[in-house]
């Protein structure tokens, strides 16, 4: 067997080289897990294949530093070098903690002084201390937007991956639904949820954020189904580090005239804000428009977000009031809008699209209809 090969799928190097000379940088230093990957494909994700780097992260660090030409120099862990490659233009191994360090001291010599160097805000202060020490009369400026701005825009072969995890969702939705039964238990639901995605070819669970009624789906509580009740099905999957998302409801019993109308109204203004998602168009124009749709229906606006982007984590970049940002082909954004029926349940949809030349692509394509169990 030859050696195995990981290679980043979406980094554009050109781009970020003119984005970094754009702001005046000799290169950036990358720290966190996604941006890591996004520029070497070292799989430090916890749903990249296996998910021992992100395990042993404490001990073994890894970081990707770029510089104004775009080249790429990843410092990792040695023993994930035997036998394998990755897409950099040169790798730093490690054995120790300690020798981590040493490896980011020899890269940051290396630098000279006087220059700027980019580094995310999430960065590790002991890491700053190290650039600061070894890059002397250097400015270490916060540079998130920029690997932010090359991220928001996907490459045919991420698109591809967020088609897959989505694809393993909506079977997995399908299959929970006939096993939603009276009395059980909604860990155990939980549980059958995350088989069902492995089952189903994900390599890794983002979130389940399942709930019985008004109970808060954002923790795992332990609550029984019972008759007359909404259930909340969001499922995230993650396939080759990329994620997925949307939501779906079943009723246990025959649902409400009411619900079914509030339900139909929410669909309607995510299908309209979706329409949308054309080139030109900008991010800060989308909540401007969902409000006008509240409005027309007699609803309340319930919404910090109309939705977010998607790619090696599920919530990227929120679409949010005021955001010039325009919308372009190649982004893959999720539209997600909500309301409380009078019982106090979160009652709305959520779907993903890809933008393109023209009208935008829904790729979430599971039926949004409200399921009777």
């Given at each position: 067997m030859g050696e195995?090969?990981?290679e980043p799928i979406g980094l554009d190097k050109d781009r970020l080289s003119a984005l970094l000379r754009e702001r005046g940088l000799a290169g950036v230093l990358l720290?966190?897990?996604?941006?890591?990957?996004y520029t070497t494909g070292f799989p430090t994700l916890a749903g990249a294949g296996n998910p021992i780097m992100h395990a042993l992260s404490n001990q073994f660090p890894t970081w990707s530093y770029v510089d104004g030409d775009g080249h790429v120099t990843l410092v990792c862990w040695g023993v994930a070098t035997f036998g394998v490659?990755?897409?950099?233009?040169?790798?730093?191994?490690?054995?120790?903690?300690?020798?981590?360090?040493?490896?980011?001291?020899?890269?940051?010599?290396?630098?000279?002084?006087?220059?700027?160097?980019?580094?995310?805000?999430?960065?590790?202060?002991?890491?700053?201390?190290?650039?600061?020490?070894?890059?002397?009369?250097?400015?270490?400026?916060?540079?998130d937007d920029i690997l932010d701005a090359l991220r928001l825009l996907k490459s045919p072969a991420e698109i591809e991956m967020i088609r897959r995890s989505t694809a393993i969702i909506e079977q997995t939705v399908t299959e929970l639904v006939p096993?939603?039964?009276?009395?059980?238990?909604?860990?155990?639901?939980?549980?059958?949820?995350?088989?069902?995605?492995?089952?189903?070819?994900?390599?890794?669970?983002?979130?389940?954020?399942?709930?019985?009624?008004?109970?808060?789906?954002?923790v795992a509580l332990g609550e029984l189904l019972e008759p007359n009740q909404l259930v909340t099905l969001d499922l995230g999957a993650v396939y080759e580090g990329y994620v997925s998302d949307n939501r779906r409801y079943a009723f246990t019993g025959v649902a409400p005239d009411a619900l079914r109308e509030q339900h139909r109204q929410m669909?309607?203004?995510v299908s309209e804000v979706g329409s949308m998602l054309r080139p030109g168009v900008t991010f800060g124009d989308l909540p401007v428009r969902a409000r006008e749709l509240y409005a027309e229906i007699g609803r309340d606006p319930l919404f910090l977000t109309v939705g977010h982007s998607m790619g090696l984590q599920v919530e990227e970049r929120w679409i949010t009031d005021g955001d010039d940002?325009?919308?372009?082909?190649?982004?893959?954004?999720?539209?997600?809008?909500?309301?409380?029926?009078?019982?106090?349940?979160?009652v709305g949809d959520e779907e993903t699209y890809v933008v393109t030349d023209g009208d935008p692509e829904q790729i979430t394509v599971m039926p949004a209809d409200l399921i009777e169990v």
């Open positions: 195995a090969t990981f720290t966190s897990p996604a941006n890591v990957m490659s990755y897409g950099a233009d040169a790798v730093r191994p490690f054995f120790t903690r300690g020798l981590a360090d040493t490896e980011l001291v020899a890269l940051a010599a290396g630098l000279g002084g006087g220059r700027r160097v980019g580094v995310e805000a999430s960065c590790p202060w002991s890491v700053v201390r190290i650039l600061e020490e070894h890059c002397p009369d250097s400015e270490i400026v916060a540079c096993v939603l039964s009276i009395g059980m238990s909604r860990l155990d639901l939980l549980r059958e949820a995350r088989a069902r995605m492995l089952a189903n070819g994900a390599h890794g669970i983002d979130h389940v954020t399942i709930a019985f009624g008004s109970a808060n789906p954002e669909c309607g203004i940002t325009e919308i372009a082909p190649g982004m893959v954004l999720n539209v997600e809008l909500y309301s409380f029926t009078e019982g106090g349940v979160l």
